[in-house]
């Protein structure tokens, strides 16, 4: 488990990303760890991409239906002006997010902000998604989870589409996706 680093006092920045398949639990780690740096009384603003529009246009909400206050974001360079004066900053569905990401990311951790990503690492076809594996190269620290596969049991890595639909982007839940093994990805159908 994930335990916040202590650097005696002084407040330094870095980031944290948490990455893995659908189901894997990104969002629950990441409600867990900005609920603890409010408990530290810390000052703590949430985001996601505007366009996921799942459950709700301004709450994140998990798989179990847990849920925290977020602001909707149409670009990364949004956050750099509402982070002012901010400890901790969370981002979830990181995937969905331009390529600046990485770069607002560094440039809030340079400020001295605690920065948590929450984001899949892969999409649907196995190929790195969007700016979370370039976000996972600059992490101080990553965390990836692993769901279970819902084909045999094991440890799952993939987010399998039950559809046919071939383009990316397609927002959805246990009716177009689950988690899977490397194997039963292989195996398709
Ligand atoms: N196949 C599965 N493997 C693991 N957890 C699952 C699965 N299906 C449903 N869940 C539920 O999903 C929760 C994780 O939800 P969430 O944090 O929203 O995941 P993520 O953000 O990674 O998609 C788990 O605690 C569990 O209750
Ligand atoms: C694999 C994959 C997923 N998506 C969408 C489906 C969901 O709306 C989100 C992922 O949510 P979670 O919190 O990680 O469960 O992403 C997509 O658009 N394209 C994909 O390839
Ligand atoms: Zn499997």
């Known amino acids: 488990m994930f335990i916040e680093p202590s650097f005696s006092g002084t407040r330094y920045g870095w980031i944290e ?23 530290a009384n810390l000052k703590v603003k949430v985001f996601k991409p505007a366009l996921d529009t799942r459950y709700d246009e301004q709450q994140i909400v998990s798989h179990d239906e847990h ?11 949004q956050i750099l002006p509402l982070a002012e ?34 984001g899949l690492d892969m999409d649907f076809e196995g190929r790195p998604f969007g700016p979370v594996p370039f976000l996972l190269a600059k992490a101080d620290f990553v965390t990836k989870l692993h769901a279970i596969c819902m084909q045999c049991g094991d440890m799952a ?7 046919g639909d071939k383009s990316t982007l397609l927002l959805g839940e246990k009716d177009l ?11 398709g159908q």
């Open 17 to 39: 990303v948490i990455c893995g398949s659908m189901f894997s639990g990104k969002t629950e780690e990441l409600m867990r760890r900005l609920r603890r740096a409010r408990i």
């Open 67 to 77: 849920m925290i206050r977020s602001i909707p974001l149409e670009h990364s360079r």
């Open 85 to 118: 004066g901010m400890e901790v900053v969370g981002i979830d569905e990181a995937q969905f997010l331009d390529q600046e990401l990485p770069a607002v990311c560094d440039e809030l951790a340079g400020r001295g902000i605690r920065v948590v990503v929450a």
């Open 157 to 163: 890595t993939y987010s399998y589409r039950k559809s």
């Open 177 to 187: 996706y689950e988690p899977r093994c490397r194997r039963c990805y292989l195996l």
